[in-house]
């Protein structure tokens, strides 16, 4: 049995950026879709799509757990409290991780993921005495819940086809029932070798069981019944038959003081007494599974955990992202996060971050956005929160109030099959504070415009070449001489260029071109661009990176001979951090390059890190407190870099741990913090003898390992630390306690 232990750090609420040590990960995700759910006392465990959350009624907290606190995933399926009151976790991968109720320390499960079997997702997890039943998408093992070591594993179930999917499998006395896709397996009595196809009698749906499915099968009174897509079945002397509810699908069953409570798709009922009893429907949510505590009702959904009392419902769910897409990051110079959600129905609005709390914007709770469809964000210069839709336009969302500018005033034009479906791809300001708007599919053939701040619209067509209107322009940058650049996603794909020279009204004086394989790319299936610390323009692109190292002269310095760890691999985003290091996003997790891209300095991927998973949509970075966000399909990741932005000049410089104490089985390093750009750090004895020296990283802070040139530790006592820039004009000195063990 491969089983592995760690400590679990519980999240009782998100921590502020500033407040987290270097190397620290967080995952946010939406939680609000829960697949399975258990009580435990005054505390529910809900496994969601978006990780695991425990609410304790008592006093309404939530705990959130996650690949950031060890779990092996993210995609939650199935959840159990055995008889040790320990809370066991099913995996869509796969995985079963335990949570010890004493420690919180964290036991995984492996043998199923590293099975071969192409799917091997946890539908179910039962207990009968020191027994955990695991229905799995390919058969059915038996763990011991004690040892957490496996005892059986079954494939075949009698006639039934091999590794055939189990939802879910009980326990009674001595007789196992398991409920497959093809229907009910039921051991014999006085089978053991349950291997055999012999010791199973099969109950084929339609043949036997009088319906076409069933998703869950329950033991009361020593009898079975089955939420099925016929109504609620019972077996009983040897036959299944329809009990009540027939061609109606039922999701799940639950006994409770000899009553039946069981959901559809959206309705809650209730039988007693041969009546039957509508409590509660909701047509806006999915019904999951139910639980009934304490006269309480517990329905699982896609908006999180309901509770219903008398007649009243409470929605129960954790701070959050209102989905898991991520499509655009933007972040402010307060360090809040923006995100965009995506286009037509895949979009879910916008979002912001403040670090503590998750503020969610739609179209309910803002009436005067047109759409949910946010393609894209951008924080512009005077703070204003610029939103491209799919569709209707543009918004600037500035202190709680939103503008819209649409073709009926800002002289835009929609699409061709429709002028007023105004699609916007990407909003920029240049140095000037003009803003512009791509208008990829501009029935006027300008599919960029510019809005001034006297608030005067210009529009811009393309000779060289022409952009026709089939041509989709897609995320834009703006570099250090404003010259606009942008990709074709569709049609003549390549690198477009274009500089007005700041005179919105004299087209003669323009500058404006193309950048295609024939001169250079190394693929013209573009993704994404980046304006690095020294002007040069990043291409992201299906086989790696290229770079133009100078704007002005963008074909002739046009390279592909960088970035040779991201050779051949599709580039989704790429982010520039404050000592001009690339953050990029693949379909195989974060690569971080060197500033000039030749060396590979790290590489995260969601099996050496907390990332949620590999393919990674967006990547933003707060300068100001070295965050950088991580977004995927399943979920945010934020990791707390040394990667700061430098001071403009000196101050303090702040040296800690101190005393520093060091010794051959220490690990400990000295953060010296409060650095200007690019300084030169030396460390004296105190009698001015020079130890070491060497360059800072680049941003606000450097760190020093307790050794001199030679490598070797040095001794106790206190040293002094200089730092100063290349010319020597700006220099601080601070001292420091060593302490040698």
Not at 279 to 291: C, G, M, P, R, W
């Amino acid at each position: 049995m491969k089983s592995s232990k760690v400590i679990l750090v519980l999240l009782l609420a998100s921590k502020l950026f500033l407040a987290q040590t270097i190397g620290t990960w967080n995952i946010y995700s939406d939680l609000k879709y829960v697949n399975s759910m258990n009580l435990d006392g005054s505390s529910i465990w809900a496994a969601s799509n978006g990780g695991v959350f425990k609410f304790d009624s008592f006093d309404s907290s939530f705990k959130i757990f996650s690949k950031a606190n060890g779990m092996n995933s993210q995609n939650a399926t199935s959840i159990l409290i055995d008889n040790s009151k320990n809370i066991w976790i099913g995996f869509g991968e796969g995985f079963i991780n335990v949570i010890n109720k004493n420690d919180f320390s964290l036991t995984k499960i492996v043998d199923i993921y590293n099975t071969s079997k192409g799917k091997k997702q946890i539908n179910d997890l039962s207990i009968s005495s020191d027994s955990v039943l695991v229905s799995i998408d390919f058969g059915l093992s038996i763990i011991n819940s004690k040892t957490f070591s496996l005892l059986d594993s079954y494939l075949k179930f009698g006639s039934f086809s091999s590794e055939i999917k189990v939802y879910n499998a009980i326990k009674n006395k001595n007789t196992i029932y398991v409920l497959t896709e093809m229907g009910v397996a039921i051991q014999k009595a006085g089978a053991t070798n349950l291997a055999a196809p012999e010791s199973w009698n099969n109950y084929y749906f339609i043949n036997h069981i009088p319906a076409s499915s069933a998703t869950k099968m329950v033991l009361f009174n020593n009898e079975i019944y089955l939420a099925s897509s016929n109504g609620i079945i019972k077996f009983s002397n040897g036959t299944w038959q329809t009990l009540i509810l027939d061609r109606k699908k039922i999701k799940d069953l639950f006994f409770f003081n000899n009553e039946m409570y069981f959901i559809t798709n959206n309705e809650l009922y209730k039988y007693n007494n041969n009546s039957i009893e509508k409590l509660y429907e909701n047509s806006d949510l999915v019904f999951n599974k139910i639980i009934v505590a304490n006269q309480k009702i517990y329905i699982a959904t896609n908006e999180g955990i309901f509770e219903y009392q008398n007649n009243l419902t409470k929605q129960i769910i954790p701070n959050g992202p209102g989905s898991n897409s991520f499509l655009n990051l933007a972040t402010s110079t307060n360090g809040e996060l923006w995100v965009a959600t995506g286009k037509d129905v895949t979009g879910k609005g916008f979002y912001k971050f403040d670090g503590e709390k998750w503020f969610n914007y739609n179209t309910k709770n803002i009436p005067s956005l047109p759409t949910n469809a946010i393609y894209n964000i951008y924080v512009g210069k005077d703070s204003a929160i610029y939103l491209a839709t799919w569709g209707f336009g543009a918004g600037v969302f500035k202190k709680n109030n939103l503008t819209i500018y649409n073709n009926a005033n800002s002289g835009m034009v929609g699409i061709p099959a429709n002028d007023k479906f105004l699609v916007i791809s990407d909003i920029k300001q240049d140095s000037k504070g003009n803003t512009w708007f791509v208008n990829p599919l501009s029935a006027a053939g300008k599919p960029l415009s510019v809005l001034t701040p006297q608030n005067k619209w210009y529009h811009f067509s393309f000779t060289n070449p022409v952009i026709s209107t089939n041509e989709f322009l897609d995320k834009m940058v703006i570099d250090q001489y404003d010259t606009k650049w942008f990709f074709s996603i569709q049609g003549n794909r390549g690198l477009y260029y274009f500089n007005e020279k700041g005179t919105f009204e004299n087209f003669s004086d323009d500058t404006q071109g193309f950048i295609g394989k024939s001169d250079g790319l190394s693929s013209d299936i573009i993704s994404c661009l980046a304006v690095d610390k020294r002007g040069a323009i990043w291409i992201g692109t299906n086989v790696g990176v290229n770079v133009i190292s100078d704007p002005q002269k963008p074909k002739s310095t046009l390279t592909t001979l960088v970035g040779f760890a991201v050779r051949s691999q599709n580039v989704n985003c790429i982010a520039v951090d404050p000592i001009n290091q690339k953050w990029i996003g693949t379909n195989n997790g974060v690569f971080v390059l060197s500033s000039d891209g030749y060396q590979l300095i790290k590489q995260y991927n969601s099996k050496n890190s907390p990332l949620p998973d590999d393919n990674i949509t967006s990547i933003a970075f707060d300068s100001k407190s070295g965050m950088v966000f991580i977004g995927t399909d399943y979920g945010l990741a934020t990791l707390k870099t040394e990667f700061i932005q430098p001071e403009e000049t000196f101050n303090e410089l702040s040296i800690y741990p101190s005393p520093f104490i060091i010794g051959n089985n220490e690990k400990n390093i000295v953060t010296i913090e409060g650095l200007i750009a690019n300084c030169i750090i030396k460390i004296l004895k105190i009698n001015g003898e020079v130890i070491r020296e060497y360059e800072s990283p680049g941003g606000k802070m450097a760190f020093w390992d307790g050794r001199d040139k030679e490598g070797n530790l040095v001794s106790s006592g206190v040293y002094y630390i200089v730092a100063y820039d290349n010319e020597a004009n700006n220099v601080k000195t601070s001292k420091i306690a060593v302490i040698r063990k």
